[in-house]
């Protein structure tokens, strides 16, 4: 099963009624699953795909996707949310790293990591009797660029 497939799998699930809206805002987030996207970012890749959708209804329709677990907010400290996909195997929770200089965001995919964050929420939960659903780890410093 394809990604895009998966995803609408899951909004289904949640019992969301699937627009050629949200399938191009969906297919916008999968085509950039790599990087992490502002709204109006979202909103230009989406137009592309369904010319004339509003950059109202992409936020609509990104909140409805961060509700479904399709997408998650990262605050990056400025005023601009952006956003990521995180449905998935691989797009499950991972770090982030942020450029104190330009801004660039950039999602770490290793598998390695993935297995030290399973480890560290593993830890949290037996040591402080917390469960854990989600986990960010955003770290700050300069890019190559």
Do not use: W
């Amino acid at each position: 099963m394809t990604l895009i497939y998966e995803m609408l799998a899951q909004l289904e699930a949640n019992h969301c009624r699937i627009t050629k809206r949200m399938r191009a805002v969906l297919q916008a987030a999968v085509d950039h699953r790599q990087e992490c996207l502002t709204a109006r970012e979202i909103h230009a890749y989406a137009e592309k795909c369904l010319p004339g959708i509003s950059i109202a209804t992409v936020y609509r329709i990104i909140s409805s996707f961060c509700k479904a677990g399709i997408l998650r907010t990262l605050q990056t400290g400025t005023r601009v949310s952006h956003y990521e996909l995180i449905s998935g195997e691989r797009y499950a929770d991972h770090p982030c790293c942020i450029c104190r200089k330009c801004g660039q965001i950039i999602g770490i995919f290793d598998l390695r990591m993935r297995e030290l964050l399973s480890e560290c929420v593993r830890v949290i939960g037996d040591s402080g009797g917390f469960q854990i659903d989600s986990l960010q780890v955003i770290g700050y410093g300069l890019c190559e660029t």
